[in-house]
């Protein structure tokens, strides 16, 4: 064995030995690398740092992919290399000190799998009609000073433009529309601005960055405007930059910031950005992306709040703002819609924003600002952070409760009533006594509200609002009339009062699996800690561990030898007890299996009929249910091998299950819901049956639900509910039961 490794190792260092670099592109490389930092051209390009060969499986040739210029050479040089001959390009990327001469980019089409190109410097005259590989997806510029044509914008992902200086110049408009182009990030200059027809020529563009130079104590400064045509209908990212000394522009934005319909975040920084005066008023609360809005306000962003009179502006709803070296007074900010406000060192002096009508915020940090006078006792219902600060007046009882250890996210800070040393001390804690206190057997939460109670995630409880309603962790167990004390923040000792809920058996089936039958039982309340003791036909059995399902079912299963013998359409009772609690008892038919044809169904949208084969047999329509998500069929006819039901209309969608109940024995069938013409149904081998319960009789569908909507389970005759289980939740629950009883 040792002797075959050696061998291959040999043979692959040989085969590497004679790997030899494609002489053109060596002299290529070698030149430039000779030129750039006065490398020995006799030294293989491919063996240095500069490059990235790969062998060419047909020449045999190392061919360079990469070339990473990563270095600065003393002094400016220009490449004159004929860059062509490299035709097996991916990457380019240079640093500064380094340009290509005009003839590259003439011939830059002729690098036909150049993926990615990164240049510091582009100085150099380059044709209107500059061509790009259909290869070129990313394109970034850290300094230009010529203009950029309509070329560059045709077939690119992305593009990046650092910094311009004078001579660079974007066109008025793309002539093109580029489909593919979803980052653009662009520098505009005195007397220069950004194509206006962007929205339309870019109709797939997520993000947008500005880098706006509007200092007008620059030599020669001319106005700047920013203007688009049309809706950005996927922006999502836009980022403003403005790079300024002291004499900036004021810049209107209107166009872009009120047409961007689904932007999730919104950077300004520096100092440019100004309100139409118009319009006194920035309103982006018609924003509706598909996560919360964030707007990050930078240094000297203050500029657009001297215009205004009260609020300048408004965001969505759930929206969260961040400002650094912001001065500006918060009435400029209207909070209604926030979520979160997020202030560092603000100079304007003021009190704390008043967050009376703020319905949605739930976090404040405000840091190293000139803020001062009280906490306002509102300041309890959401998460703080006010060190740093100078707020001289009183911390409301909240806070006094808790003490300084728990509260120093509000010091330091020079309060009247509060300081370093403060002791929790709480006259006002209250706790209300209408809680719930019924809790799953897998675990739960007890929800209690009340006052004064605390901030904090800890491992008995979590803050739902922050010192009024609390989450208390209760976890797995059974039985009633029990209690649980925790310790508040605030140091107060609460004891609660629960109990389990009490079993309820909804249905059954029978599983073979790998050679072995099964009896499970669905239902919720059952024993996760130990056995479940049933009783079927007054005869005591004991079942496995119950496992876990969906919509708050449990499942419960024992090896079908210990079933009583019953012939079939049989009625059977059963009933469980858990913890001293005992379920009601349930009227079952014995059937050993249930199957359907259908391995799945595609049903209208807006209702109709449909047919499903199977294995049922009893003829006893009598004790037939058919639902769909909890929503009851009408039951057309029946056979025991044929079934025809009239089923509601849902929404459009695939996450649907139609439950079959025949006697307590419960299958379970996904469903689609579409548009228009259903086609027949899914026809494959026998479905497998899982334990899914649903009432036993029928009745009359219930008008058109949404699928947004949960249908409410009512009881049968017996007692029993209807649930929902998934068939792979179900296999897997199965498979867990099987694990335990084998």
């Not at 001289?392 to 309060?415: H, K, Q, R």
């Not at 044809?597 to 249910?625: A, P, W």
């Amino acid at each position: 064995m040792k002797i075959i490794i050696l061998t291959i190792f040999f043979i692959y260092l040989f085969n590497f030995g004679q790997c030899i670099t494609d002489p053109d592109q060596k002299l290529v490389m070698s030149d430039v690398l000779k030129q750039l930092y006065n490398v020995d051209s006799s030294i293989d390009p491919c063996t240095l740092q500069f490059t990235y060969c790969k062998t060419d499986n047909i020449t045999n040739y190392q061919v360079i992919l990469n070339v990473h210029l990563y270095f600065a050479p003393n002094n400016a040089q220009t490449l004159n290399q004929d860059f062509t001959k490299l035709l097996n390009l991916t990457f380019i990327r240079v640093v500064e000190n380094i340009a290509f001469n005009s003839s590259f980019y003439d011939n830059l089409y002729k690098l036909t799998k150049l993926e990615y190109f990164d240049i510091h410097d582009l100085s150099v005259p380059i044709s209107e009609n500059v061509t790009l590989p259909d290869s070129l997806e990313t394109v970034k510029f850290d300094k230009i000073s010529v203009p950029l044509g309509q070329g560059w914008f045709k077939s690119i992902a992305q593009m990046q433009i650092f910094s311009a200086s004078a001579g660079f110049s974007l066109p008025k408009e793309l002539s093109n529309v580029n489909p593919l182009l979803q980052t653009l990030g662009l520098s505009v200059i005195s007397n220069s601005s950004i194509p206006t027809n962007i929205p339309q020529s870019l109709p797939n563009l997520q993000q947008l960055v500005l880098n706006i130079y509007n200092d007008m104590d620059q030599d020669d400064y001319q106005n700047i405007t920013i203007s688009s045509k049309g809706v950005y209908k996927k922006l999502t990212d836009l980022e403003i930059y403005f790079y300024n000394d002291v004499n900036a522009q004021p810049i209107l934005l209107d166009q872009i910031l009120s047409n961007t319909p689904v932007l999730e975040y919104l950077n300004i920084d520096g100092l440019g950005y100004a309100i139409n005066p118009l319009v006194g008023f920035l309103d982006l609360s018609y924003i509706k992306g598909k996560r919360d809005f964030f707007m990050d306000l930078g240094k000297f962003s203050n500029s657009f709040c001297q215009q205004c009179n009260g609020s300048c502006f408004k965001l969505p709803e759930y929206s969260g703002i961040y400002s650094y070296e912001w001065s500006y007074p918060f009435s400029c900010i209207d909070l209604r819609n926030l979520s979160s406000l997020e202030v560092y060192q603000n100079g304007y002096e003021q009190f704390l924003p008043n967050i009376d009508n703020a319905l949605y915020i739930q976090l404040i940090i405000i840091q190293e600002s000139i803020v001062v006078g009280d906490i306002p006792e509102s300041y309890c219902k959401v998460e703080l952070n006010l060190s740093d600060n100078q707020l001289d007046g009183t911390v409301p009882s909240c806070i006094l409760c808790i003490g300084y250890l728990e509260a120093s996210w509000v010091l330091p800070n020079p309060f009247s009533n509060f300081n370093s040393s403060s002791i929790p001390y709480c006259p006002g804690f209250l706790l209300d006594q209408n809680y719930t206190n019924l809790v799953a057997t897998d675990g739960g939460y007890i929800n209690i509200t009340g006052k004064n109670l605390g901030w904090g995630n800890y491992n008995d409880y979590f803050t739902i609002i922050p010192n009024e309603k609390l989450a208390v962790r209760i976890g797995v167990g059974f039985g009633k009339n029990l209690q649980k004390t925790i310790t508040l923040q605030n140091n107060q000792k609460v004891t609660l009062n629960f109990s389990y809920i009490p079993p309820t058996i909804k249905s059954y089936s029978i599983f073979e699996l790998m050679n072995s039958k099964f009896f499970v039982l669905n239902g919720t309340g059952f024993n996760f800690k130990g056995e479940n003791n049933v009783t079927i036909n007054g005869i005591p059995i004991t079942f496995s561990n119950s496992g876990g399902g969906s919509n708050s079912d449990n499942i419960i299963g024992f090896n079908f030898t210990q079933f009583p013998s019953l012939a079939i359409e049989t009625q059977f009772t059963v009933s469980i007890d858990v913890g001293g609690q005992v379920s009601n008892q349930v009227t079952f038919y014995y059937f050993p299996s249930i199957t359907i044809t259908e391995k799945s169904l595609v049903l209208n949208s807006t209702g109709g009929s449909i047919n499903i084969t199977g294995s049922f047999i009893t003829n006893n329509s009598s004790l037939i249910s058919v639902s769909i998500n909890g929503t009851k069929c009408s039951l057309i006819s029946y056979t025991n091998s044929l079934f025809t039901i009239s089923y509601p209309q849902f929404e459009v969608g695939d996450d649907y299950v139609l439950t079959l109940v025949v006697g307590g024995y419960a299958i379970n069938l996904p469903v689609t819901y579409v548009q228009g013409p259903t086609p027949s149904p899914t026809q494959t081998s026998t479905s497998t049956p899982t334990p899914t319960p649903s009432p036993t009789s029928t009745s009359t569908p219930t008008p058109t639900p949404t699928k947004s909507q949960t249908p409410t389970s009512e009881p049968n005759d017996d007692g029993s509910l209807a649930s929902n289980l998934s068939i792979p939740s179900c296999l897997l629950i199965i498979l867990l039961i099987t694990q335990q009883l084998i």
